[in-house]
């Protein structure tokens, strides 16, 4: 495959110091892996990727090396880098991680019975989830389903726990991404999510947990039985 370079979203000025451009040439790269916008297998220079974010060789090669580390690209010597796939028993081993997580993030936050102010992000991610159904909008019902999940680990008030489940989020993302558009429409999803807040808001551990699960357990399944589908081996 021939280096390429993606020539959107070009950063209008090169940041003053060495820190913040290496900083802002790894944000930047890495948002477009987990997007997809470089996709697996794709090639890019290290001078035309420092020329696309108007800044210089070097922090880009910090960038890179950074992402090198999380496993997200290959560096190739005096040339760029290569985006690394994921396959799919990555995949399932990520999602079998996140959801025992999140489980116990979702039982924690039932136990402290949070108040309706509380739960505010929840409820506002469903609302967001609703809206974006009826436009037909997958793009932004993805965002709002992430906020949706993020925000309940964030709230369970245990750190560590939010801090292990975003490491893992980061590569599901890609997966989710790329596979958003080939699974069915997820016309259950805001009411699956409104009946986990139901049951936090209630006080009802055991409840919640058993929805969440079953919720989290068919979406997985639906991404397992999309890759047979398609003969994907690798994403």
């Not at 794709?42 to 020329?51: D, Y």
């Not at 809206?131 to 999940?149: G, I, P, Q, T, V």
């Not at 964030?154 to 980061?170: F, P, S, T």
């Not at 999803?189 to 989290?216: C, K, N, Q």
């Amino acid at each position: 495959m021939t280096f390429a370079a993606s020539q959107s979203r070009p950063l209008a000025a090169s940041p003053k110091t060495g820190e913040k451009s290496a900083q802002v040439a790894y944000a930047t790269i890495k948002q477009r892996i987990l997007d997809n916008e470089y996709a697996p297998g794709t090639a890019v220079l290290e001078q035309a990727l420092a020329n696309d974010l108007g800044l210089s060789r070097t922090p880009v090669r910090e960038a890179m090396i950074r992402l090198e580390h999380e496993g997200l690209v290959r560096v190739v010597p005096r040339h760029g880098m290569t985006v690394l796939p994921l396959a799919p028993r990555d995949m399932t081993e990520i999602y079998q991680i996140m959801i025992g997580l999140e489980l116990v993030a979702t039982e924690q936050l039932a136990a402290r019975q949070p108040s309706a102010d509380e739960i505010a992000p929840l409820v506002e991610a469903c609302d967001a989830m609703a809206a974006a159904m009826e436009r037909d909008d997958l793009d932004s019902w993805a965002k709002a389903d992430e906020r949706f999940h993020l925000s309940l680990v964030e709230l369970c008030g245990n750190r560590r726990l939010a801090a292990m489940v975003m490491a893992v989020w980061e590569q599901s993302h890609r997966a989710r991404m790329f596979t958003l558009r080939l699974r069915p429409k997820p016309t259950d999803s805001t009411r699956e999510h409104r009946e986990v807040v139901e049951a936090i808001l209630a006080g009802d551990p055991a409840r919640a947990t058993r929805l969440y699960r079953d919720h989290r357990e068919k979406a997985s399944g639906q991404m397992v039985r999309i890759i047979e589908q398609y003969g994907l081996t690798r994403l």
